[in-house]
């Protein structure tokens, strides 16, 4: 066989091997897929052509969309025509759908209460500074060193105190009393000036005591003198308002001849200044129907008594008090203390002191203290000696020169280190009493319970409830509270939280079950739940 025979023969061996058999060399894929004309290729390759079918398929047959009128045409078909008024339909029907949901869920929705008028005295407690030396401590006692303190009664977290009387006033005289004069041991009005502006910086109002007579017997001098005195409250009341002044506060107001007439006008001069103004009137009277007679030609007065001192300590009595009070005020606010100048000491027992700085500060109205009312200072008399106001107890120093050892606990800087103290629980019961809406102007409603307890809900519209449960009596027992009274859409629930307790051991925060509600003796709780539709 011929050389070229034996070549020819293995081109056609090779083109039956199978692919992946077939011998490559380096060439580029170009250079396979061209056949060399009229010539012999070496090395034994097969030149082969494949056209991509596919490819050149799809390039024929490019996609160029549908004209205008092919757009037009389908659109216009009945089947397209029907899907459009269905989506529009199910589209409106939708959104109308939306709209009525929205409006029965505004309609059905709890409306709120309207926010009551609030004005500065309504939104916590006031403070009692009588007497200006026995407050300062000793070797001290007038206006410089009352600016001194004022960052302390921030702390009390008060909204105001009243000051003096500081004005001048010999002994039952009234020609040496003149209301429009500060007396030189308080100092000088430039002083009194620069104490009314730093209160305001912190937010603290000044109540200034206009009892004319104070160092007298009688503190509105005699009966004869009224007028004359009247007279002179009011220029008092104009000059000290265009001063600066907040409010004020007249003394043994059931000791004037026709009270009431007084006060309306006295009320009406400071009304007429500015809404702001305060007027607060003092009485020792108890006598319910006493108290409300000096109200019944007057608006928005506060009145400070000796009502709640009548109190005989126990649950029972308590409840009677103050929903009888409560009752005979109606919408008209009201204030509590326990006289119009005296300290809790002097009518409540130590062992129960806590439990009436939670009474006082979470009933409805504006709780008014003394001066040492938050460390439990107590008045001290010699025999057959008249009670004088005590001596602020600030620290070490505040006692009286002795031998004996001193009780540190008794003083503001003792307390003040310690959680659990007296100080600490005012301070905490007044910031929450001027943050939550339920104990500032909330709803009162009494639960009954055992004799030895007082029991009652404080609420407002849909804010958090507070429940607060007083043990007045000597051993612990169930709460039992009942809620048979309630008004409607006001219920009791099955467990409140634990916010406060007068007593050390419970955990704060803690849940109750108010079926299994125990109390210790002289214990008090303050429980919270919130508000459910």
Same mark, same amino acid.
């Given at each position: 066989?011929?050389?070229?025979?034996?070549?020819?023969?293995?081109?056609?061996?090779?083109?039956?091997?199978?692919?992946?058999?077939?011998?490559?060399?380096?060439?580029?894929?170009?250079?396979?897929?061209?056949?060399?004309?009229?010539?012999?290729?070496?090395?034994?390759?097969?030149?082969?052509?494949?056209?991509?079918?596919?490819?050149?398929?799809?390039?024929?047959?490019?996609?160029?969309?549908?004209?205008?009128?092919?757009?037009?045409?389908?659109?216009?078909?009945?089947?397209?025509?029907?899907?459009?008024?269905?989506?529009?339909?199910?589209?409106?029907?939708?959104?109308?759908?939306?709209?009525?949901?929205?409006?029965?869920?505004?309609?059905?929705?709890?409306?709120?209460?309207?926010?009551?008028?609030?004005?500065?005295?309504?939104?916590?407690?006031?403070?009692?500074?009588?007497?200006?030396?026995?407050?300062?401590?000793?070797?001290?006692?007038?206006?410089?060193?009352?600016?001194?303190?004022?960052?302390?009664?921030?702390?009390?977290?008060?909204?105001?105190?009243?000051?003096?009387?500081?004005?001048?006033?010999?002994?039952?005289?009234? /020609?040496?009393?003149?209301?429009? +004069?500060?007396?030189?041991? $308080? =100092? %000088?009005?430039?002083?009194?000036? *620069? !104490?009314? &502006? #730093?209160?305001?910086?912190?937010?603290?109002?000044?109540?200034?005591?206009?009892?004319?007579?104070?160092?007298?017997?009688?503190?509105?001098?005699?009966?004869?003198?009224?007028?004359?005195?009247?007279?002179?409250?009011?220029?008092?009341?104009?000059?000290?308002?265009?001063?600066?002044?907040?409010?004020?506060?007249?003394?043994?107001?059931?000791?004037?001849?026709?009270?009431?007439?007084?006060?309306?006008?006295?009320?009406?001069?400071?009304?007429?200044?500015?809404?702001?103004?305060?007027?607060?009137?003092?009485?020792?009277?108890?006598?319910?129907?006493?108290?409300?007679?000096?109200?019944?030609?007057?608006?928005?007065?506060?009145?400070?008594?000796?009502?709640?001192?009548?109190?005989?300590?126990?649950?029972?009595? /308590?409840?009677?008090?103050?929903? +009888?009070?409560?009752?005979? $005020? =109606? %919408?008209?606010?009201?204030?509590? *203390? !326990?006289? &119009? #100048?005296?300290?809790?000491?002097?009518?409540?027992?130590?062992?129960?002191?806590?439990?009436?700085?939670?009474?006082?500060?979470?009933?409805?109205?504006?709780?008014?203290?003394?001066?040492?009312?938050?460390?439990?200072?107590?008045?001290?008399?010699?025999?057959?000696?008249?009670?004088?106001?005590?001596?602020?107890?600030?620290?070490?120093?505040?006692?009286?020169?002795?031998?004996?050892?001193?009780?540190?606990?008794?003083?503001?800087?003792?307390?003040?280190?310690?959680?659990?103290?007296?100080?600490?629980?005012?301070?905490?019961?007044?910031?929450?009493?001027?943050?939550?809406?339920?104990?500032?102007?909330?709803?009162?409603?009494?639960?009954?319970?055992?004799?030895?307890?007082?029991?009652?809900?404080?609420?407002?519209?849909?804010?958090?409830?507070?429940?607060?449960?007083?043990? $007045? =009596?000597?051993?612990?027992?169930?709460?039992? !509270?009942?809620? #048979?009274?309630?008004?409607?859409?006001?219920?009791?629930?099955?467990?409140?939280?634990?916010?406060?307790?007068?007593?050390?051991?419970?955990?704060?925060?803690?849940?109750?079950?108010?079926?299994?509600?125990?109390?210790?003796?002289?214990?008090?709780?303050?429980?919270?739940?919130?508000?459910?539709?």
């Amino acid at each position: 066989m011929s050389q070229d025979a034996e070549v020819d023969m293995k081109e056609v061996e090779l083109n039956e091997l199978e692919p992946e058999k077939q011998p490559m060399n380096a060439a580029s894929g170009a250079a396979v897929a061209v056949a060399v004309a009229g010539g012999t290729e070496k090395n034994g390759l097969v030149k082969i052509k494949v056209a991509d079918d596919e490819a050149d398929a799809a390039a024929a047959a490019k996609f160029t969309g549908l004209s205008k009128e092919e757009l037009l045409k389908v659109a216009g078909s009945p089947g397209w025509v029907r899907t459009r008024w269905a989506l529009l339909l199910l589209f409106w029907l939708g959104w109308l759908g939306m709209l009525a949901g929205a409006v029965v869920i505004i309609v059905r929705a709890p409306r709120c209460r309207e926010l009551p008028a609030m004005s500065w005295w309504h939104k916590g407690a006031l403070y009692r500074i009588g007497d200006l030396q026995a407050f300062q401590g000793r070797d001290a006692g007038d206006l410089v060193g009352l600016k001194e303190r004022l960052d302390y009664l921030s702390t009390l977290k008060v909204k105001g105190f009243v000051l003096g009387p500081i004005h001048e006033n010999q002994k039952d005289d009234l /020609t040496g009393t003149n209301l429009e +004069q500060i007396a030189p041991t $308080f =100092g %000088s009005k430039e002083d009194f000036d *620069s !104490l009314l &502006q #730093s209160a305001k910086k912190k937010s603290i109002r000044v109540i200034l005591d206009l009892t004319p007579n104070y160092k007298g017997q009688n503190l509105w001098f005699h009966s004869t003198q009224i007028d004359t005195v009247a007279t002179k409250v009011k220029e008092a009341l104009r000059f000290w308002l265009q001063a600066g002044v907040d409010g004020f506060q007249v003394r043994d107001v059931g000791n004037l001849t026709d009270a009431p007439s007084f006060l309306a006008e006295w009320q009406n001069i400071t009304k007429s200044f500015s809404e702001d103004r305060l007027l607060i009137a003092g009485t020792d009277s108890s006598d319910l129907q006493q108290i409300l007679s000096l109200l019944e030609s007057t608006g928005d007065l506060l009145l400070t008594s000796s009502y709640l001192s009548t109190s005989t300590f126990t649950g029972k009595h /308590t409840n009677f008090l103050v929903t +009888q009070y409560l009752d005979a $005020f =109606g %919408s008209r606010w009201c204030s509590w *203390s !326990l006289s &119009q #100048s005296g300290l809790l000491t002097s009518f409540v027992p130590p062992h129960l002191l806590r439990l009436y700085q939670l009474l006082l500060f979470t009933l409805p109205g504006t709780p008014v203290f003394s001066y040492g009312d938050e460390i439990g200072l107590e008045e001290a008399a010699l025999p057959g000696q008249p009670v004088k106001a005590p001596v602020m107890l600030w620290d070490e120093s505040s006692f009286p020169n002795t031998s004996g050892p001193v009780n540190t606990t008794m003083t503001v800087k003792g307390q003040s280190e310690e959680p659990g103290s007296l100080l600490s629980l005012f301070r905490w019961l007044s910031d929450q009493r001027g943050e939550e809406r339920s104990l500032l102007h909330g709803d009162f409603h009494a639960l009954s319970s055992g004799p030895d307890l007082f029991a009652y809900i404080r609420q407002w519209d849909q804010n958090e409830r507070f429940l607060i449960v007083l043990n $007045f =009596g000597d051993v612990g027992q169930p709460a039992r !509270l009942g809620a #048979s009274n309630l008004p409607a859409g006001t219920s009791l629930p099955a467990s409140v939280d634990l916010l406060l307790s007068t007593q050390p051991g419970r955990k704060e925060g803690a849940p109750l079950e108010l079926e299994h509600l125990n109390l210790e003796p002289h214990e008090g709780l303050l429980l919270r739940y919130p508000y459910v539709a």
